[in-house]
Nanobody, 124 residues
Framework: VQLQASGGGLVQAGGSLRLSCAAS????????LGWFRQAPGKEREFVTA????????KYADSVKGRFTISRDNAKNVLYLQMNSLKPEDTAVYSC??????????????????WGQGTLVTVSS
């Protein structure tokens, strides 16, 4: 199984980016999915998660109202729409799949496969 994250880049504060995470080798149709991020010198933190059918989502307080997670099970792709970006959103964003469960989890240890990450840099 491989997870390929893309869509990161440099954006000014207030701007938007859309991240994608494409899975190959195995369908994640029945799996919970999530996005986590790690800023320089900081620990990895939860950003958002979505359950298997997209009905249930969870967000970190810091991104609520600005970020939206979604999924396309037919294409095996996970998305993260990021609006009103702030300099503190600067981090490497990684997608993750929980093949053992279908819920939206906030816990990193729940996920058993991780993408390589894509860098998001927000300038002030």
């Amino acid at each position: 199984v491989q997870l390929q994250a893309s869509g990161g880049g440099l954006v000014q504060a207030g701007g938007s980016l859309r991240l994608s995470c494409a899975a190959s080798g195995r369908s994640f149709t029945n799996s919970g999915l999530g996005w986590f991020r790690q800023a320089p010198g900081k620990e990895r933190e939860f950003v958002t998660a979505i359950n298997w059918n997209g009905v249930a989502t969870k967000y970190a307080d810091s991104v609520k109202g600005r970020f939206t997670i979604s999924r396309d099970n037919a294409k095996n792709v996970l998305y993260l729409q990021m609006n009103s970006l702030k300099p503190e959103d600067t981090a490497v964003y990684s997608c993750a799949v929980d093949f053992r469960g279908f819920r939206a989890s906030t816990t990193p240890t729940t996920f058993d496969f991780w993408g390589q990450g894509t860098l998001v840099t927000v300038s002030s």
